[in-house]
Every structure is written in C-alpha cells, then in structure tokens.
C-alpha cells in the first residue's frame, strides 16, 4: 500500500471512528426513554393516515426510475442503458441497505447528536404499530417512507459523474456514502440529532437529500475529472421526449416526497401539496423566461429543468411556508439555478454533467435558506416563524444547517473517493469512454441499430422496416 493510500485509509477510520464511537453510549439513554414510552398512552393507528402514507412512499419510489429517464435522456446514445441503470440499482441496493442497518443509523435512539444508535438493526422493533415518532402510521410505513428518500438521494448524484464512473466503483462508492454521510445527516435533521436540537428546518430535505447530493456531485466530478472531449465536441442529449417524461415523473412523485412528509392525511398535507406544484410551475416560468432572454430561445430541457429546480427549492419549505411565498421561493430558483448552471459552470469549467451541483445543490441551498426567510406558525404550529415573519434567528439557524451540511458533503464525499480508488480505478479508460459504457460496462446497447452514417452495419436485432429505413436515410437502400 503507497504512503497516500495508507493515509486515505486512516483518514476514513478516524471518520469512521468519530460517527460510531458514541453508540458504546447508547444502552445508558434507550431504558429512560423506553420507561417514559411506557408511561404514555399508546398512540392509535389511523388508516387514512396510514393510506395516505403508503401511497406516498409509492410515489417516492417512482421518483427514482422517474430520475433514470430524466437523466438517460441527457446524455449520449452510447451511455444511455449505464445511466439508467446507474439509478434503478440502486433501488435495490439502498432498500436492502435500509432495512439490515440505514434506518437505525438514521432514526435510532439519539447518540451524541451525530447518529442513531442500533436499536432497529435489521428492524428489529419495527412492527405493525405505532410508536411515539411514527403517531398514527404504523412503524413500518414511517421506515419504508422514509427508505425511499434514502434511495433517491444518491441516486440523484449519479447525473454528476455521468459517462465515466466505473459500475464496481460506483457500487462502492454509493453503498459507503449512504453509510456514513446520509444516514448519520439523516438524523442530525430529522431523527432527534443536533440539527434538530438547534431548530433547522427541513420539511422534506433540502439539506438531508439535495445539498448533501448536489454538494457531492460537485467533489465526484472534480475528482473524478471532465469527460473525454468535454469542452471540444458536442455532447447533447439524444433523447429529449425520455428526459420530459422523467421530469413529469418527478412532479408527480414529489406530491408523496413533499405532502406525505406531513405523516397524515391532513391539512398540513394539503398546504405542502399546494406550495410543491405551484413552486414548480413559477420555477418553470422563470427558467425559461431566463433562457428564452439570455439564449434567444425557450427550450423543452430549459423547461423540464426548472420544474426540478423548483422542485427542489420547496423541498425544505413546503410544510412551512403559505402559497404566495411558495411563488417567490420557485421563481428565485429558476433563475438562481440557471445562471449556475449556464453561467458559474461554464466560467469555473467543472464537468457536472447533468448539472446536479446547479439545480440541487444551489438549488437546495436557496429553499433551505428561503425556508428562514418565510417560514410561518400560522402554517405549521410546529415550525418557526421566519425573518419576514419577526424571527430573525431562524434565518441564522438555517444558514449553519446550510454550512453544516455543504460541510460534511464535502469532506465525506472526498475521503470516501480517495478511499474507493485506492482499491479500484473510479473511471472508465479513455478507450471505454469512446465505445460507451453500455458496452463495456454492461455488454448492451439500448437501440437495437447503429448508425449506417457512423460506419456501423445495423444489427440483425432490429425490425425490417427500420433497417430499410435507415438504409434510405444514406442513399444505401436498394
């Protein structure tokens, strides 16, 4: 082992080692509070609640097939079936990874604010009923909703490296920072850790999914490097109508992703409904008013684009904050998430390349942000109120959420690269890149021809009629 990969690797236990050392404390704070569960009246299930939630998670997990046709059509034609398939295994790898040790590390008993102890490993005590944080869904429902936003937040990171990450590497490299970056930030927010003590406010993940994704896109696309011939020939998206039907997926999914995050069927589920869609459509408005000004054109990808960036920017102000802010905080985002991606990209000259740094990680910053500008308890009790609304602590509190989890990101997603290439090589070879990484990753291609003009034969795979049709297409038709 060279002296950097013995560094790297200590570097990681020592990461390792301050996330789970305070878990020998957790058998001191389970039996209080297990005595004081006790104590209390048990909570009662609530079907339409439950209903509600049940669908809810359906439609969160929707979202993440949603994103491989979102993403699958942005990039080229050689590395459409790599990408895709980026985002659905990981389907199964994070719903198992949930199941035998996520959830606990993210909803466990509380262990020095950074962690949850291993109280439902292997979701043990996860049943059919209740328990005081679940109130009235069953346990079991909270878990499996909340596993769904465990498996599309690094899904989401994946469109950052695009076109050259290794599938062993990117299997190591996803199953580690869900590990030890979303779980542990997972409960600092939303499972009784330290961010939660401080009062950060963070509905349905603008810090836990799109900062922490966004932010590490970034690190995996400096690190890993820009695409061969980025920035000297064309890399266009070859299937548009694909990506339009991922980003309208999206929309519909993240009605379960934002309203289900009020755990019932409710009126807070209804406003956080209301605040999602029309967040979408202003950011939507704005993006393409911003394109259609700077560019000269509106486009279908500009649009789809800014539906998700508002999307995003509500994601952490959603069961906070009333209609009329929600148009400001989608209208913001649009055009904040445009000049990113269209302007900052272009003059810093990284290789984000589906521009997840742009839209969520800006884009998640502005929400979380906005959320301590125009936050209300007149909309939710349990909330805060925010600057425009006479507390300008909130807006402090949001920003060292902000800080705090650009943050980890950051430093967890470097060491954990460092870490994976010390035993493989992230990227695909220069000569990979050329073929596609359907091929040399997965031994397929997602369209049954090739291209005659590209001085290919088109396979026996494809029909008759299309084979004659692109036969005329070069004058090759007999």
Request: net charge negative.
């Amino acid at each position: 082992m060279t002296k950097g990969k013995f560094w790297t690797v200590i570097g990681l236990c020592l990461l390792i080692a301050a996330i789970f050392a305070p878990i020998a404390l957790a058998a001191e704070e389970v039996a209080p509070a297990a005595a004081a569960a006790a104590s209390a009246e048990p909570p009662k299930i609530d079907t339409g609640d439950t209903a509600w939630v049940l669908a809810s998670a359906a439609l969160v997990m929707l979202m993440t097939p949603g994103l491989a046709l979102f993403y699958g059509g942005m990039v080229r034609t050689k590395n459409a079936l790599s990408t895709i398939m980026q985002s659905f295994f990981i389907v199964a790898l994070i719903s198992v990874q949930w199941v035998l040790w996520g959830y606990t590390l993210a909803f466990g008993s509380d262990v020095g604010g950074i962690i949850g102890g291993l109280d439902f490993l292997g979701l043990q005590g996860v049943g059919m009923e209740p328990n005081s944080a679940t109130a009235t869904i069953p346990h079991l429902a909270f878990m499996v909703f909340q596993g769904m936003f465990a498996v599309i937040t690094p899904a989401l990171i994946t469109g950052a490296f695009a076109e050259r990450m290794r599938f062993p590497a990117f299997l190591a490299f996803i199953l580690i920072w869900a590990t030890i970056i979303y779980d542990p930030v997972a409960h600092m927010v939303w499972g009784g850790g330290w961010m939660t003590a401080l009062g950060v406010l963070d509905f349905a993940g603008g810090t836990v999914v799109h900062i922490l994704s966004g932010v590490s896109g970034l690190v995996v696309a400096l690190v890993i490097g820009k695409r061969r011939g980025y920035g000297s020939e064309a890399m266009l998206p070859h299937h548009l109508p694909m990506t339009v039907l991922g980003a309208a997926l999206l929309w519909f999914g993240w009605f379960g992703f934002n309203a289900g995050s009020a755990l019932g069927a409710n009126g807070l589920a209804a406003s956080a409904f209301v605040t999602t869609n029309t967040a979408a459509a202003a950011a939507t408005l704005s993006w393409v008013f911003a394109e259609w000004f700077h560019h000269g054109k509106p486009t279908v990808l500009g649009a789809a684009s800014g539906c998700i960036a508002g999307l995003v920017a509500i994601t952490p102000a959603a069961g906070f904050v009333a209609p009329l802010p929600s148009v400001i905080i989608g209208l913001g985002a649009g055009v904040i998430c445009y000049l990113a991606v269209s302007i900052a990209k272009a003059k810093l000259g990284y290789d984000d390349a589906l521009d997840v740094f742009g839209v969520h990680g800006i884009g998640g910053t502005w929400g979380a942000i906005a959320t301590g500008l125009f936050a209300s308890k007149a909309v939710n009790e349990a909330g805060a109120d925010g600057l425009f609304y006479g507390n300008a602590g909130q807006l402090t509190t949001q920003v060292i959420g902000v800080a705090a989890s650009w943050a980890i990101a950051i430093a967890g997603t470097y060491i954990i690269l460092k870490l994976v290439g010390a035993f493989m090589p992230l990227r695909a070879t220069p000569e990979q890149e050329v073929q596609g990484l359907d091929i040399t990753e997965h031994g397929e291609r997602g369209y049954a021809y090739q291209d005659f003009a590209a001085g290919s034969p088109i396979t026996q795979q494809a029909p008759f009629a299309i084979q004659q049709a692109k036969a005329a297409e070069v004058g090759l038709n007999s």
